[in-house]
Structures are given as structure tokens and as C-alpha cells.
């Protein structure tokens, strides 16, 4: 099974998408989570991720398409992947498709999380992230028990450089110029799921096994998508 999930910046994309692979049986794969992880390592790659990141701009195709395909052609993801961040826009989606196909397989859904950017910008303005285990907190809806500490692991809890409001403003024109493009690509494909992702992290969920069938006694199969 091969599902994307497409979504402003906040939306709430990478909590969802960890659900949706439980209940799918299959890896995710975020690719913010992979761009951090070269950086933790101080590869040649994460230097130049970081660059843009810390600048809020967008990570370039080349090094962004590059990355994903390496990763998902490991045996790791042999039974399907919900992948969190990727295609940004068109041309990594033709890209996605282009070796999807060449390995004989699809992407069988796209389940868009929408968001107004009102409330993103509130969730983003009030977000923390460890800096050991990158774990996500909300100074109100989902705040540590011990301030300015990660339940997990005692890491510090930090704001992200682009969480900051002028480069958030940023994110979000290149979101609106780039990304949203995506929604109509798999809309003309058919495969466009779309779910409120307004309230609390619950009621997104069910309005996700709402849309997205997964039977616990039979092999997990998406329900058709719904436009």
C-alpha cells in the first residue's frame, strides 16, 4: 500500500501519518524527519538541507527527489510506505510515479489534511520540538509535564528556525505556489481523499478511518477515494 499525505506546514501531517501506517501495516517515511536526520549526522547532504531550512525556504528538487527514492528503494519499504512531506509539488509527483511504475507498483492514495492558514499559524506559532528525539509539543493543547523538557528523552525543547514568523510566511507562500498543484494532480487521478484536520488530534483520526477503510481481519485495502 502506497499513500502520500499532502497538507499545509502544521497541518498535522506527520501525527497522522504515523497512525495511518500502524493501521496500514506499513513504514512512514517524513521527509522533514529525513532531511533532520542528515543533519544530526553532519553529512555533505544535511549541511546543504540545513542552509535552506534555517532560512525557510524550500530544500531544491534535486537533492530532495534524490533522497526519497534512495530511501524507498530500500527493502525497508518493499510492502508499501505512508510518506509524510513528499511530492511538494508536481514534478516530484511525476518523478514519485515515474519509479513507482518502473517497480511495478502506484500510489494508491492521497489523503489531503486540510487546514485554514489561521489556525496554522497559531499551531506553528506555539510549537516545540525536542532537540534529541524530535518529538512535537504545544505550549496548550499538548504541553510537557515538566517545562521546557521532552517527556521522552529530557531533551530541551526548542522552537524551529522555521516556525519563526517571517519564515513561516514563507513556508506558506511556497506551500501556496508549489504544493497545492499536488491536490489537483491526484485529484484528476482519482486518487484524492481530503479530511477536516481542524480539532484535536482524535477527531481527525476518526474522520480518517472514516474516509480510509483498514480491516483488522483481512488484508488492509484503502476504500475508494472520495472527491
Do not use: W
Request: hydrophobic share 35%; net charge negative; glycine share 8%.
Amino acid at each position: 500500500m502506497h499513500v502520500v499525505i499532502l497538507g499545509f506546514p502544521g497541518a498535522g501531517k506527520g501525527t497522522q501519518t504515523k497512525f495511518l501506517a500502524e493501521c496500514l501495516s506499513v513504514p512512514s517515511l517524513s521527509s522533514g524527519d529525513l532531511f533532520r536526520r542528515h543533519q544530526r549526522e553532519g553529512t555533505p547532504l544535511g549541511q546543504q538541507v540545513r542552509t535552506y531550512v534555517d532560512s525557510g525556504l524550500l530544500v531544491p528538487d534535486e537533492i530532495t527527489i534524490a533522497m526519497i527514492l534512495d530511501e524507498i528503494n530500500s527493502p525497508s519499504y518493499s510492502d508499501g510506505f505512508v510518506l509524510d512531506g513528499f511530492p511538494r509539488n508536481v514534478n516530484q509527483a511525476l518523478e514519485l510515479d515515474r519509479a513507482l511504475d518502473f517497480a511495478g507498483m502506484d500510489i494508491d492514495c492521497a489523503l489531503l489534511i486540510d487546514v485554514t492558514q489561521e489556525a496554522l499559524a497559531d499551531r506553528l506559532g506555539k510549537r516545540l520540538v525536542c532537540n534529541r528525539c524530535q518529538s512535537i509539543y504545544h505550549t496548550e493543547a499538548s504541553p510537557p509535564r515538566n517545562s521546557g523538557l521532552c517527556d521522552y528523552c529530557n531533551g530541551r525543547l526548542e522552537r524551529r528556525a522555521d516556525d519563526e514568523p517571517e519564515a513561516l510566511v514563507r513556508r506558506l507562500r511556497a506551500y501556496q505556489e508549489e504544493s497545492a498543484p499536488v491536490v489537483d494532480f491526484y485529484a484528476r487521478a482519482g486518487k484524492l481523499v481530503k479530511v477536516d484536520g481542524t480539532g484535536t488530534v482524535e477527531r481527525v483520526r476518526q474522520r480518517i478511518k472514516e474516509a480510509i477503510i483498514c480491516p483488522a481481519t483481512q488484508d488492509n485495502r484503502l476504500s475508494k477515494p472520495v472527491h
